[in-house]
C-alpha cells in the first residue's frame, strides 16, 4: 500500500498549499529537505509538463519512491506567452521575486493588452518512470503595480476578475479554489483512489528499482539503504 510521497520541491508556500489541499488522506507527505541533500533537476524543458516530470521522475528515481512534482508560471499574451518556463528566473538565475515583477512590468510597459494566465502542470511517477499528469490555468489580467502582501511570486500583480483583488490578496481558501495549482491539485485530489491504486500496481508490477545515488555530487549514501 502507497502511503508516502515526495513532494519534488523545496519551497515551502508551496508545501503548504500541497498540505492544505491533501490534508484528510492517509498518505505522509515528505518533501525535499526531509531527505539532505540532494541533486538538482536541470529545468530544460519547453513546456511546464516536461519540467513537472522531469523532477517527478528524477526524485523517485534517486530516493526509490513516488513522487510528486509540479512546474507552473505565468503566460502573459502581449509577451507571446512569455515568461512561461522562465517565470522563476525571468530576470536571471537567482532572481527575486521583486526582480521579476519588475522586468514584467517593464516588458509591458505601452502593452494595452494586459491578458495572462498562470498555468501548473502536476506530475506524478513512479521509480520505473510511468506519471499520471494533471493540468490547471487560471486568466487574469496584470496590473500596473502591485497589490496585496499575501501569496509569492507575481501573485501582487495577477489581478483575477471574479473576487476583484490579485492573487496577493486573497486568502489560502480563496486562492486554492481558483488558481492553477489549486485546479490541478482538486482534480488530483477527486482522482486520488484511483490515482493510489494505479501507483500500488505499478509498483507490485514492477520491483522499483534500487535508489540511484550516483546523481549525488559527494556520493557518501551507504549501498544500503
Known amino acids: 500500500m502507497v502511503n508516502m510521497i515526495v513532494l519534488a520541491t523545496g519551497n515551502k508556500n508551496k508545501v503548504k498549499e500541497f498540505q492544505k489541499i491533501l490534508e484528510g488522506f492517509k498518505i505522509e507527505l515528505k518533501c525535499l529537505s526531509d531527505f539532505g541533500p540532494l541533486p538538482p533537476v536541470v529545468e ?66 505601452g502593452h494595452q493588452n494586459r491578458k495572462a494566465k498562470f498555468v501548473c502542470n502536476l506530475s506524478i511517477a513512479v521509480p ?21 502582501t499575501s501569496g509569492f ?24 479554489k481558483v488558481s492553477h495549482r489549486g485546479k490541478a491539485l482538486a482534480e488530483f485530489k477527486q482522482e486520488l483512489p484511483k490515482v493510489l491504486k494505479w501507483l500500488e500496481q505499478r509498483l507490485f508490477e514492477e520491483k522499483p528499482p534500487k535508489p540511484d545515488h550516483s546523481l549525488y555530487e559527494n556520493k557518501d549514501w551507504s549501498d544500503e539503504m
Open 44 to 109: 530544460d524543458g519547453e513546456t511546464f509538463d516536461e519540467n513537472a516530470y522531469k523532477k517527478a521522475h528524477q526524485t523517485a528515481r534517486v530516493l526509490g519512491i513516488p513522487a510528486i512534482a509540479d512546474d507552473s508560471g505565468l503566460c502573459v499574451e502581449a509577451l507571446n506567452g512569455a515568461p512561461g518556463v522562465y517565470s522563476a528566473r525571468y530576470a536571471g538565475e537567482d532572481a527575486t521575486d521583486e526582480e521579476n515583477c519588475e522586468k514584467l512590468l517593464q516588458e509591458l510597459k
Open 128 to 148: 520505473s518512470g510511468p506519471a499520471l499528469t494533471y493540468e490547471g490555468e487560471c486568466e487574469g489580467i496584470i496590473l500596473e503595480e502591485k497589490r496585496g
Open 153 to 176: 511570486g507575481y501573485d501582487p500583480l495577477f489581478y483575477f476578475e471574479e473576487f476583484g483583488k490579485t492573487f496577493a490578496e486573497l486568502d489560502m481558501e480563496e486562492k486554492n
